[in-house]
């Protein structure tokens, strides 16, 4: 099986409009966003549809509508993909996107947590007139010296990001970035405005950081699915081993610079065949191949990620999912159960309840695809004693065992072959 990298992309990448192809194809997809917006209490689909430009960027909306948009992409891509990624790693935000579908967040949780981490900035944003550019084609040495020459005790300007080879991010007073771009022009150099509210990853963020670490000492943090790529040292994240270095990492994140380069020298050591950036635009896609011009890269917004024969769905199984109904049932229930969290430490009780009953239904989805023939009544009956078991080994809540389940059989037409049960009924505790 290729070796998958998920990349998850930042603030900057939303557009308006963003999220239209995936949610009018994929209805696990338009249901990502309704939970959003029931979690934050407004229609975050129809911002990212119908929403102005403006508005959409402002920091506090963008970072949970980008969020929303990578989850749903990741989820979609769980129910047409088989296995688990290789590894994960997002672009600032996009860390928390990664941390949200390998399930050490659980959703509800993480878009309320970039809400606050928005609102946070925003306000950090507001104090001082700042922004971000990416600078391209500038060696280090000379870059530094010309931000040397700009900054001062009242003028702010720093290497934010380290993206690739050739392009790095700073950030800093809009006054002192006015100046960068005249010295730059003229030159090979290349300035580009970034599409932010602020200057992030730079000092200008230290109390909003602070208060960052307050929420995140009051989260609960779960063992990943598969691994994730911290942004400040391009390791991987341990969070059911150290909570306390994962929370000290998101914490730094904010004021420090973002270590792309880092991550995708990771994902390199990882043996990545193939990426495939989940969420809105394709930027990150772009850095991969710079970085590995040959690579296979995809990326959730190109509808070619569903189409390409050998790289997607293969053609029996794009016509099982025309099919839709009971075609998408067991597909969708490994869906579900990836993005379920995990309320309990990792035990052998995991592996029995889990890991052998999750791999047993990814083998019947296989053979369905391999055959076009649609699962019997006793493989969906599989399907679904499978999700029981997920959601009493990972301690899952009564009422979101209810929302899921009921969402299921209403999605699929599978009402009349399965009853979610009752809260103290047998599966729903």
Not at 249 to 267: D, F, G, N, S
Request: glycine content about 10%; proline content about 4%.
């Amino acid at each position: 099986m290729t070796k998958a990298g998920l990349l998850f992309p930042g603030q900057g990448s939303q557009y308006v409009g963003m999220a239209k192809a995936l949610t009018e194809r994929y209805v696990s997809a338009r249901r990502t966003f309704e939970e959003a917006g029931d979690y934050l209490g407004w229609d975050v689909l129809r911002l990212c549809l119908e929403g102005d430009k403006m508005t959409l960027t402002a920091t506090a909306n963008a970072q949970p509508a980008i969020l929303t948009h990578s989850v749903a992409a990741y989820r979609v891509w769980t129910e047409i993909y088989e296995g688990m990624p290789a590894v994960g790693g997002g672009h600032s935000l996009g860390e928390f996107s990664a941390l949200a579908c390998s399930g050490v967040f659980r959703f509800a949780d993480a878009v309320r947590l970039v809400r606050y981490r928005g609102e946070l900035m925003q306000a950090a944003a507001g104090t001082a007139d700042g922004g971000m550019a990416a600078i391209s084609g500038m060696d280090d040495d000379r870059l530094e010296r010309v931000l040397q020459e700009i900054r001062s005790e009242d003028m702010i300007l720093v290497v934010a990001g380290i993206n690739s080879a050739r392009q790095r991010v700073v950030s800093g007073h809009r006054k002192a970035l006015e100046q960068l771009a005249r010295r730059i022009e003229g030159s090979t150099a290349k300035y580009t405005p970034l599409n932010v509210g602020g200057a992030f990853h730079s000092p200008f963020m230290a109390d909003a950081a602070a208060q960052l670490k307050v929420r995140l000492e009051d989260c609960v943090f779960n063992a990943p699915s598969w691994p994730v790529l911290s942004n400040v040292t391009g390791t991987q994240h341990v969070a059911e081993r150290d909570t306390a270095s994962l929370i000290e990492r998101l914490t730094l994140q904010m004021t420090w610079p973002v270590q792309w380069v880092a991550c995708m020298e990771a994902m390199q050591a990882y043996g990545i065949e193939r990426t495939v950036e989940l969420g809105p635009g394709s930027v990150l896609t772009r850095l991969w191949k710079s970085f590995q011009p040959d690579a296979d890269s995809q990326y959730s917004d190109d509808p070619r990620l569903y189409e390409q024969s050998g790289t997607s769905l293969s053609g029996t199984a794009q016509a099982l999912q025309g099919r839709g109904g009971i075609a998408d049932f067991l597909p969708r229930c490994l869906g579900i159960a990836v993005s379920t969290r995990n309320n309990r430490a990792e035990t052998e009780t995991y592996r029995t309840g889990v890991l052998e009953p999750y791999r047993a239904v990814e083998r019947l989805v296989a053979a369905s695809r391999e055959s076009a023939e649609l699962p019997s009544e006793d493989q969906l009956r599989q399907g679904w004693d499978m999700l029981l078991s997920v959601f009493e080994t990972k301690g899952t809540e009564a009422s979101e065992r209810i929302l899921r389940l009921t969402t299921l059989i209403n999605e699929t037409g599978t009402e009349n072959l399965f009853a979610v049960p009752k809260p103290n009924d047998g599966g729903v505790a």
